[in-house]
T-cell receptor
Framework: DVKVTQSSRYLVKRTGEKVFLECVQD?????MFWYRQDPGLGLRLIYFSYDVKMKEKGDIPEGYSVSREKKERFSLILESASTNQTSMYLC????????????FGQGTRLTVV | AQKVTQAQTEISVVEKEDVTLDCVYETRDTTYYLFWYKQPPSGELVFLIRRNSFDEQNEISGRYSWNFQKSTSSFNFTITASQVVDSAVYFC?????????????FGAGTQVVVTP
């Protein structure tokens, strides 16, 4: 079974902190994604990566950056956390573009205080 | 603009009732893919089905069935004889080449509550 693992289930950070959310997948997938989930808004794509060191902005990249130094790991970075970044963050991976199903991690509930 | 619309925010049913979730999408591409995902209370989205734009056959998998109609840009999902374990948020999603194959556009989701 594909496993997508997010490093934390719950995080509480202070405003202005630099926050790292880590995601690891074990199935050699080319594509990895970071989504943000908010009530009534569904999932919104922040960034995705289709190869090591390659990234593309999604719909809401402002305030975020990403890093993919190894194929299995995709990190989401909040440069200076703000309260409006309090949300559920979901990482996903897929074999090759989004024509194949994506496999999701369990999510990280981030609270910025 | 929202490309995937799930107009139903929440649907409550009693066990054994059928429930249909609506999904309407927008695209100018002739080739695209549609998906349904389930998010149980544990939080991890689970893939249910993928359908490409050239395959309009309806599909049935156990108690789940999907009705894809290109003429109305809809990809509806029916759970027959619902069970408490079906309680979850269900998301419809679209993938299209002009918006980069890498992006899955999700709808807002429909919360299904099944009570005994």
């Amino acid at each position: 079974d594909v496993k997508v693992t997010q490093s934390s289930r719950y995080l509480v950070k202070r405003t202005g902190e630099k926050v790292f959310l880590e995601c690891v997948q074990d199935m050699d997938h080319e594509n990895m994604f970071w989504y943000r989930q908010d009530p009534g808004l569904g999932l919104r794509l922040i960034y995705f990566s289709y190869d090591v060191k390659m990234k593309e902005k999604g719909d809401i990249p402002e305030g975020y950056s990403v890093s993919r130094e190894k194929k299995e790991r995709f990190s989401l970075i909040l440069e200076s956390a703000s309260t409006n970044q309090t949300s559920m963050y979901l990482c996903a991976s897929s074999l090759n573009w989004a024509i194949y199903e994506a496999f999701f991690g369990q999510g990280t509930r981030l609270t910025v205080v | 603009a929202q490309k995937v619309t799930q107009a139903q925010t929440e649907i409550s049913v009693v066990e054994k009732e059928d429930v249909t979730l609506d999904c309407v999408y927008e695209t100018r591409d002739t080739t695209y893919y549609l998906f349904w995902y389930k998010q149980p209370p544990s939080g991890e989205l689970v893939f249910l089905i993928r359908r490409n734009s050239f395959d309009e056959q309806n599909e049935i998998s156990g108690r789940y069935s999907w009705n894809f109609q290109k003429s109305t840009s809809s990809f509806n999902f029916t759970i027959t004889a619902s069970q408490v374990v079906d309680s979850a948020v269900y998301f419809c999603a679209l993938s299209e080449p002009t918006d980069s194959w890498g992006k899955l556009q999700f709808g807002a989701g429909t919360q299904v509550v099944v009570t005994p």
